[in-house]
């Protein structure tokens, strides 16, 4: 493991002289940029997250509609806005590294993935936690969860055909395919959903359609996504790290 | 080449048609297993039959695909195909419209049995194939892909896994479109989204299919 760090830590040298940030498509500088990064980024993100809360949970005033229980909205939105924005950067990653064949991409596509199925997860979890007192029902086939629903899957998939496959050129290449399919359907399974379920059902009460929102309680909601972001890179750049080492390792042997 | 591709296929059919008409018994088989486990009340049988007959369908096509491209992975004949003067993405579509007409014509063939059953009425019936008929070759090219990215992978789960997700909006507006014909509204919207997504399988999958094949022979 020593002769990995002395090997990934001599690139950075050229670094120093002049920081840009096309260098960091390289692993060694990636590695180094990382290291020192992430605990910034957790750090943000624990600072923004106890603000957040403290906003959210304090100061914003009880909602005349829902009470007490619309304050999941400030860990349910940011989560579902994130579990959205990380598909679409780690296809993004994952398009770069099946083009130009970088080969930090493939590895942060890997890393986002996780964290994008994580995020899916609690915003489904805390849907329904909202949904049980507030629609009567822990789960509706309304068309937002159902497409939330099949993100988790696209990501599931992804994850489940990445790690099948031993061979890591490979697992990259097929996992981009996989991940820019699943962009290609994103919209189309919006939509589709969003017809077929108004077909069955009547309209469903949207947050977006109760009163505008009082200052305070956006800012609490702004303040908790921007914590899921400096969490999100934090995790990303920490994964990115041990794959990264994983790599070097697979190549020396 | 083309030619060889579409004839070799239909040959190993002809050869061994227990394998090529697995997926329709399968089809008639889980067609017939609503009614038995849910009783034999029309009126719900009529209400979920667009579904059940789209969900029997997608899960016949996907049933041993996983073995799409192993016998030509096997015996070499994937790398003369990767090296031939004609596309990959060519061959590799051939190969899946041969398919198609092995897998899913007798499917198409045998959907209105499985509407009837279901007491769906005429109009329901034409409108149920002419949404398979624009929906299935989605879901072979789909398979396809799907075969192609597993290729040589154990577990065959790994391939619903992947695929499953991708042919959700196939799966929506087909039985979208028999819903509407069953309760004699215009089923045309509906069919107009499958043959779009068609284009867009057409357009993408065979490309993607022949680069998840070259990834598998490296």
Redesign the interface.
């Known amino acids: 493991m020593n002769k990995l760090l002395t090997a990934t830590s001599r690139a950075p040298q050229a670094a120093q002289s002049g920081f840009r940030w096309r260098q960091l498509a390289s692993p060694p500088v990636f590695f180094a940029w990382a290291g020192r990064a992430w605990p910034w980024f957790a750090a943000l993100a624990l600072l923004l997250a106890a603000a957040g809360l403290w906003v959210g949970l304090v100061l914003a005033p009880t909602d005349h509609q829902q009470g007490e229980v619309y304050r999941i909205i400030f860990l349910h939105v940011p989560a579902a806005w994130m579990s959205m924005f990380i598909y679409l950067i780690a296809a993004a990653h994952a398009g770069l590294g099946l083009v130009y064949r970088t080969r930090l991409s493939p590895l942060l596509a890997r890393a986002l993935a996780p964290t994008g199925a994580l995020f899916t997860v609690i915003a489904l979890w805390t849907g329904a936690a909202w949904g049980k007192p507030t629609w009567g029902a822990w789960w509706v086939w309304d068309a937002r969860l159902t497409s939330e629903l ?1 993100l988790l ?2 990501y ?2 992804y994850l ?2 990445v790690s ?2 031993e ?1 890591p ?2 697992a990259d ?2 996992g981009a ?2 991940l820019l ?2 962009v ?2 994103i919209p ?2 919006y939509f ?2 969003q ?2 379920s108004t ?1 069955h059902q009547g309209a469903t009460i949207r947050w977006n359609a109760a009163p505008s929102m009082n200052q305070t309680m956006l800012a609490g909601m702004l303040l908790m996504a921007l914590a899921c972001w400096a969490y999100a890179l934090a995790v990303a750049l920490v994964r990115t790290r041990c794959l990264i080492l994983e790599r070097a390792q697979e190549e020396q042997l | 080449m083309l030619k060889a591709v579409f004839v070799r296929e239909m040959r190993l059919a002809q050869r061994r048609p227990a394998q090529a008409l697995g997926g329709l018994l399968f089809f008639v088989l889980v067609g017939s297993l609503f009614p038995l486990a849910l009783g034999p009340d029309s009126a719900l049988l009529q209400q979920i039959a667009p579904g059940v007959v789209w969900v029997a369908a997608l899960l016949a096509l996907l049933l041993g695909q996983h073995q799409l491209f192993e016998g030509e992975l096997a015996d070499g004949s994937l790398e003369q195909w990767a090296l031939a003067a004609t596309p990959l993405w060519l061959l590799v579509g051939m190969k899946v419209a041969a398919q198609w007409l092995i897998a899913a014509v007798p499917l198409l063939l045998a959907a209105p049995v499985l509407g009837w059953q279901y007491g769906m009425t005429a109009d329901a019936v034409g409108v149920l194939l002419a949404a398979l008929a624009l929906g299935t070759p989605s879901l072979s090219l789909l398979a396809a ?1 799907g075969a192609a ?2 290729l040589g ?3 065959q789960l ?1 391939l619903a ?2 695929v ?3 042919s ?2 196939i799966l ?2 087909g039985s ?1 479109a028999v ?1 509407q014909a069953s309760l004699g509204l215009s089923a045309a919207p509906a069919l107009n ?1 499958l043959g779009a ?1 068609l284009c ?1 399988a057409l357009l ?1 999958t065979p490309w ?1 299919i022949a ?2 094949l070259r ?2 022979l ?1």
């Open positions: 099949i899957f696209l599931l998939g489940g055909l099948a496959i061979d050129q490979r290449s097929a395919i996989v399919a699943g290609v359907n189309i399974i589709s959903v017809w077929w077909l | 892909l990215l597993t992978l154990r577990g790994l896994l992947v499953l997700p991708l959700i909006p929506i507006f979208h819903t989204l997504c867009l993408a993607a680069q998840a990834l598998a490296e």
